[in-house]
Each structure stands twice: as C-alpha cells, then as structure tokens.
C-alpha cells in the first residue's frame, strides 16, 4: 500500500463509499471536488489521503490514512 491523495464518491443515506479516484495533489482533488459538486446534488465528495493499492495508475482498494 501506498500514501496517495484520492477523491472519494459517496452516495445514498447513509452514505456509502460508492468511487474512489487516484490524485496527483491535494490541489488537483480539491479543483476536481468543485467541478463534481456542480454537476450533481445527490453526491457527496470528500478529499482524503489514504493508504491504497494502486495497479496500472487506479486505486484498486483504501484504508484510511493513519495521520
């Protein structure tokens, strides 16, 4: 596993975690975050440093950052 930036989809109530996309900075992720926002109002969207696998540039499994 590695510490990476992702971008992370949650949908439904409860929200459950639903997507989750690789970052190359908190920057990015937080620029990508806006332009989600806006084009849906029954997402929820969160940027967070996680511990994942990653193959072929994709996040294949998280676990939370231990900060």
Do not use: W
Not at 3 to 31: Q, R, T, W
């Amino acid at each position: 596993m590695e510490l990476v930036f992702a971008l992370l989809m949650y949908l439904g109530d409860p929200p459950i975690l639903k997507e989750h996309l690789l970052m190359s900075s908190m920057n990015e992720c937080l620029k990508r975050k806006r332009i989600s926002m806006r084009s849906t109002n029954n997402a929820k969207f969160q940027c967070m440093k996680v511990n994942a696998v990653i193959k072929e540039g994709k996040i294949i499994s998280i676990s939370k950052a231990d900060d």
